[in-house]
C-alpha cells in the first residue's frame, strides 16, 4: 500500500503539509468547484471523532472533516471556483488534535479536483469528453497539425476523420469535432504535443524452444543480478 505524506496532529512542524495542485484551463465563469481529499489514518485511541482534518486552497479554510479509528476517509468539500489559480496551486492539509484525543496521526493518499474547464490545449494536447455538446472547440494550439483520436475505448484508439482545423491568430489554433455521445472521449493534439518515448526495441521471438538450442538451464534475470546469475549458470 503507498501513500502520500503523513500528517501528526497538532505537532508544530509535521502537523501541516503543503500539495501542488496543477489546474489549466480554468474557467473565469461564477460557479462551484469540488475537491476530493482521500486520507488514512494509522492511530487509534478509542476516542470518538479522534481524527481531524483541515483543507485550504490557496490560503483559504474549504473544510475539514472527523473521522474516527484506522481506517480510510474521504472528505469531500465545495469551494468557490474563483479560489482557484490558472497554473500553480497550494492545497494545505492540517491535522488538529482535538481536546481528549492524546495523539492522532494519518497519511494523504491523494486528492481530485472537479472545476469548469475551458476547451484550451495545454502543452498542445487536450483530453476531452462530448458532455452531451453537439460541437466541441479546442482553442490554443501552436501548430496547424492537428489530430484527434477517440479514446472511448483506451485499448483501441480511433483517428477522428472529418475534424475542422482553423487559425484563431497569431500562431495560434483550434480545431472542431461532433462527439459521438455525451461518454465519447477524445485527445487532440498538435504535432507539437506528440509525446517522444523514451526508448524504442524491437520485439524479437525467443528460440528458446528451438531444438537447436539444446539449453539443459535456464535463468531469466534483471541487469542488477546478472552477475550472480553468471555464476550460478557456471556452477550448474
Known sequence: IWFWKNIAAGHP??????????????????TTATMMVRMHSTTATGVSNEHHARVALNGTT?????????????????FSQSLLIEGSNSVEVTGLRDAGVPYSTFYVNHFDV???????????????????????TVDGFTNGTLMAMDVTVPTRPQVVQGMLVESSGVNRWRASLAPQSAQSEYVLSSIAGVKTPAWLKVDESSRLKLATTEADYVIITVPE????????????
Not at 474549504?62 to 465545495?78: A, H, K, P, V
Not at 502543452?123 to 455538446?133: A, C, K, S, W, Y
Not at 543480478?225 to 550448474?236: K, M
Open 114 to 136: 472537479i472545476y469548469t474547464r475551458e476547451y484550451a490545449a495545454h502543452g498542445d494536447l487536450l483530453h476531452v469528453r462530448g458532455e452531451g455538446n453537439a460541437v466541441i
Open 13 to 30: 512542524t509535521l502537523g501541516r503539509k503543503d500539495f501542488p495542485l496543477f489546474a489549466y484551463g480554468v474557467s473565469s465563469v461564477s
Open 62 to 78: 474549504i473544510g475539514e472533516g472527523w473521522w474516527t479509528g484506522i481506517t480510510s476517509n474521504i472528505l469531500t468539500m465545495t
Open 225 to 236: 543480478l546478472r552477475s550472480g546469475a553468471i555464476t550460478l549458470a557456471d556452477y550448474r
